[in-house]
């Protein structure tokens, strides 16, 4: 068995990007003027909900098809439906930030986002197969065998064969 703190460095390094991701956005969503950029267009702001939601939904892609190592089908749904709840919630959370107020475009933006992040992840799995197995056979990665340890072979004694 691997010990408590092998188990939380593993499961940081997969889970720790979609969860700085995460706090990135939620510092960003309770400034009350954000930063301005110098290069606005109209519908500026749309375009970065869907990136900042596209690198979310690769992130959390990865955390749940390495840590969890679930079937992309399986991956895909439960990563869409976090980050989808999650702009939700972002949106939900700027009612109570002054001078900010929740726009249902900006969580459409957010889940559109998303979901080309979760297609570009699948093309990409498409391109380069996802290496599980350099995880799985790197001793730190593996998973534990429970395997029990091989009997121990006992020396023979010269009066084991002795007749009675």
Request: hydrophobic residues 45%; proline residues 10%; aromatic residues 16%.
């Given at each position: 068995?691997?010990?408590?703190?092998?188990?939380?460095?593993?499961?940081?390094?997969?889970?720790?990007?979609?969860?700085?991701?995460?706090?990135?956005?939620?510092?960003?969503?309770?400034?009350?003027?954000?930063?301005?950029?110098?290069?606005?267009?109209?519908?500026?702001?749309?375009?970065?909900?869907?990136?900042?939601?596209?690198?979310m939904a690769v992130a959390?892609?990865?955390?749940?098809?390495?840590?969890?190592?679930?079937?992309?089908?399986?991956?895909?749904?439960?990563?869409m439906l976090l980050c989808?709840?999650?702009?939700?919630?972002?949106?939900?959370?700027?009612v109570f930030v002054p001078?900010?107020?929740?726009?249902?475009?900006?969580?459409?933006?957010?889940?559109?986002?998303?979901?080309?992040?979760?297609?570009?992840?699948?093309?990409?799995?498409?391109?380069?197969?996802?290496?599980?197995?350099?995880?799985?056979?790197?001793?730190?990665?593996?998973?534990?065998?429970?395997?029990?340890?091989?009997?121990?072979?006992?020396?023979?004694?010269?009066?084991?064969?002795?007749?009675?």
């Amino acid at each position: 068995m691997r010990p408590l703190h092998h188990k939380i460095l593993i499961l940081a390094y997969w889970w720790a990007p979609p969860f700085l991701i995460a706090a990135i956005q939620f510092g960003l969503s309770s400034w009350s003027s954000p930063p301005q950029v110098p290069f606005r267009f109209p519908g500026w702001d749309k375009v970065m909900h869907g990136l900042i939601y596209f690198v979310m939904a690769v992130a959390t892609l990865r955390a749940i098809r390495g840590y969890h190592q679930f079937t992309f089908k399986k991956s895909f749904k439960i990563a869409m439906l976090l980050c989808i709840v999650y702009g939700m919630t972002d949106e939900i959370h700027q009612v109570f930030v002054p001078g900010r107020a929740p726009e249902w475009q900006d969580w459409i933006a957010d889940a559109v986002g998303s979901l080309l992040g979760g297609c570009a992840w699948f093309v990409w799995e498409k391109i380069a197969p996802w290496p599980h197995h350099i995880f799985r056979n790197h001793p730190r990665f593996a998973p534990p065998t429970n395997q029990p340890s091989p009997p121990e072979h006992s020396t023979l004694e010269s009066n084991d064969f002795q007749s009675t």
